[in-house]
């Protein structure tokens, strides 16, 4: 396994459906004025309507700009979606692929899932692919199999060699939002198992995708998780609106 040292630490903001144009620009800006933070990378997830607007504001700066959806399909009759190819027109560099709330309150099953993974690479940007399993499933005993399941979904259509440069998010859907955060060997367990089913693809691969941890990630339980071996970094929601608690989890990033 390649040394975690060789991953730069990805930490990604995941606005949800939050903010207005002010607080766009105010965030914004409370983050620029403090990069950079060592050698993490930070991206900020806003809605849509923001993404022109905060590109303009970073242009020439440190911060990546991230998109929380995608359609699967390039262009054509689909009224009220976005393809890969107008994200990369506005500056997206990376997108959230199967984040819970979509599997679970839109339908996206893996295939589609799977489909917008691919969407995303032929654009020639970043995609994050969001996995992780439900409260019943980790009580059933099957975290690892529903993960398993979800990785394999991207494996089989797009093959191993889409992951070098994509990211993984492990988000226990039970921690999502809920003040519920994994135990930093509970998160372990299932960062390390993931590496592992890529390394059975290709290990050179799996040792330089970064893993980031999601789900109640907070500037209080950071540090545990991402000192973590196969921690590479983190997706954050709540606290990602608020400069300071972001920026001091980007500061553990560094640490770690
Ligand atoms: C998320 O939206 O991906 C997330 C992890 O949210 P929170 O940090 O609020 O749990």
Redesign the pocket.
Known sequence: MVDKTRRKPLIAG?W?MNGSADMARELVDALLGHLPIGSVEIMVIPPFPYLAQIRSRIAGNQLLLGAQNVSMHAGGAFTGEVSAGMLADVGVAGVLVG?SERRELCGEDDAQVAAKFEAVRRAGLKPVLCIGETLQQRDAGMAESRVGEQLDAVLERCGIEAFAGAAIAY?PVW???TGRVASASQAQQIHSFVRTRLANHDATIAGLVRILY????KPENASSLLACPDIDGG?????SLNAGHFLEIASAAARA
């Open positions: 995941n949800k984040h988000e921690a999502i939002g999601g789900g109640s990630m997706l954050i929601g709540g606290a």
